[in-house]
């Protein structure tokens, strides 16, 4: 059945730029790891007389964000000046754009669980950030720190297309991995460099009512009326963008049953603690602002060589690599997903496969030609790589804290252990040990296996012999096996890739034991 009503989100966001300096001084920008108020000055702090300096290299990330989120470019451009009170905004207002955004009229596509979605970008612009308070924990103090006030940040405002919560943390998150790959913020929620504002209202659904009462006469429906939004601030995760929605449903549901729909915009806080949000103030509207173009700083004009470094920065978006994971390699779409979440991860997963048609085509031991070759045993190999970074070279990764970019294996190390899997030389067994000596040295497995005698045994009848024994000295097992429970030829496989340390063909060994006990 139909929900009552339709949620219409949209979101704020606000992305720290980890440039070096501030945005309209030269102060170091890592100022969060200082010690309190120490990567400040005059500017910053808004002493009068001061006159700011737009930084560039924001500027050029700011236009290659907007780039790969589909922006229509402003070439000519200014900032304007915000007025309103923050205890922590030292001069008293804000730069930032209003009129002229860098970026407009742009779209981001996600998966969620139920397929596609496209939701449009309304803006990309820059703007500084306000300082931080700091409060006692028995509240008879709050401290200021201004280290962080002055900060690029860019601020992406989506057009009210949301329809859950669900939606709105995919949205976050493939954005939050956009900035990520364009590599112009590490944009951690937890640590606040991806900072987000959510704006909800209900609106009744007229197929709803259509279907309860039979019509729609008198209850004052339009399908393309937005009703006054509930702004949520104070979301630090995920999982409270989440959170924070779902309750606002809920409220605004009852309110709306109740005939108490909102009648004015208003910005509620997020208690995490408790789990609801908490009216802070009657939202302001865009007059109260009072914006005007900020005289301390002179017009932008986007230059071409500008331009063209914002178009150097672009990158294969997350969605059109995992598009294409699937076509070229033929990975499913979650083992795609998987690789693409991490840019180092996708870039060490395909220099591996470049390396890994290397590999196989030096073997010499196949007719064809390089092509024929490759695409004989190219989904095959693919899939095996996908399998052993996912499943056991990412699980190296996080259990030691290291990064992909870190790594001491070589991609072409990696594709040489894959190429040993194929020819059978170490099975799964041998080959766990052998990556996990590569992960702490960096060593080639070749030498590896050598020198910790794990290669495959020799076809010269030993592994046939132990076959044999095991059969011998487990005669109940045997007869259960005869019997029906077939189940019991692992355990016997078993048995013998115990004795062998590892090192029998497990294919092989299953087929002498069938033979055998046949």
């Not at 909102?262 to 789990?275: A, E, F, Y």
Request: aromatic share 8%; with cysteine.
């Amino acid at each position: 059945m139909k929900n009552k009503y339709e949620p219409v989100i949209g979101l704020e966001i606000h992305v720290q730029l980890k440039t070096k300096s501030k945005m309209f001084c030269r102060c170091d920008n890592a100022g969060e790891n200082q010690p309190p108020n120490t990567t400040i000055c005059p500017i910053c702090t808004g002493h009068p007389g001061v006159l700011p300096s737009a930084n560039g290299q924001a500027i050029e990330w700011a236009v290659a964000a907007a780039m790969a989120l589909g922006c229509e470019i402003n070439t000519q451009s200014h900032f304007d000046r915000k007025s309103y009170f923050y205890p922590d905004l030292p001069k008293g207002y804000q730069i930032s754009q209003y009129t002229a955004p860098f970026g407009h009229d742009g779209h981001l596509v996600f998966y969620t669980g139920t397929g596609r979605r496209r939701v449009r970008i309304e803006r990309v612009h820059l703007e500084e950030d306000t300082g931080k308070l700091l409060h006692e924990a028995d509240k008879s103090a709050s401290y200021v720190d201004y280290n962080r006030a002055g900060t690029p940040l860019m601020e992406v405002v989506t057009r009210p297309d949301l329809t859950s919560p669900a939606e709105a943390k995919a949205f976050l998150q493939e954005l939050r991995l956009i900035m990520r790959y364009l590599r112009i913020s590490d944009a951690d929620m937890e640590k606040g460099h991806l900072r987000c504002d959510a704006n909800i209202s209900l609106r009744p659904n007229p197929e709803y009512f259509q279907a309860q009462a039979g019509h729609t006469a008198g209850i004052g429906l339009d399908p393309n009326k937005l009703y006054p939004k509930t702004e949520v601030k104070n979301l630090n995760s995920f999982k409270a963008v989440e959170r924070a929605l779902a309750y606002e449903i809920k409220r605004q549901t009852k309110l709306w049953d109740e005939g108490k729909a909102p009648k004015r915009q208003s910005t509620h806080g997020w208690d995490d603690k408790k789990g609801v949000t908490v009216l802070q103030r009657v939202k302001e509207e865009q007059h109260d602002y009072r914006y005007f173009p900020e005289p301390d700083l002179p017009p932008v004009s986007l230059s071409a060589e500008l331009i063209k470094q914002a178009t150097l920065k672009k990158v294969e978006l997350p969605s059109d690599k995992r598009e294409r994971f699937v076509s070229q390699w033929g990975l499913s779409a979650y083992d795609a997903s998987i690789l693409v979440s991490d840019k180092s991860l996708a870039d060490y997963f395909e220099a591996v496969i470049a390396e890994l048609s290397s590999w196989i085509l030096s073997l010499g031991t196949e007719e064809g030609t390089e092509e024929e070759i490759w695409e004989r045993h190219k989904v095959k190999l693919v899939k095996l790589t996908a399998n052993w970074v996912i499943s056991r070279l990412m699980q190296l990764v996080n259990d030691t804290g290291t990064g992909f970019d870190q790594l001491k294996i070589t991609a072409e190390h990696f594709a040489e252990l894959m190429t040993l899997m194929f020819q059978r030389r170490l099975n799964n067994q041998t080959a766990a040990v052998v990556l996990k000596k590569m992960f702490a040295t960096g060593d080639d497995p070749s030498d590896i296996m050598e020198t910790e005698n794990l290669g495959a045994a020799e076809d010269d009848g030993s592994v046939e012999k132990i076959i044999e024994s095991v059969l011998a000295q487990n005669p109940d097992i045997v007869g259960q096996y005869k019997s029906g429970k077939t189940a019991v030829l692992q355990f016997l496989i078993g048995l013998v890739m115990k004795e062998t340390k590892g090192r029998a063909d497990a294919k092989k060994t299953k087929e002498i034991l069938l033979l055998k006990l046949h």
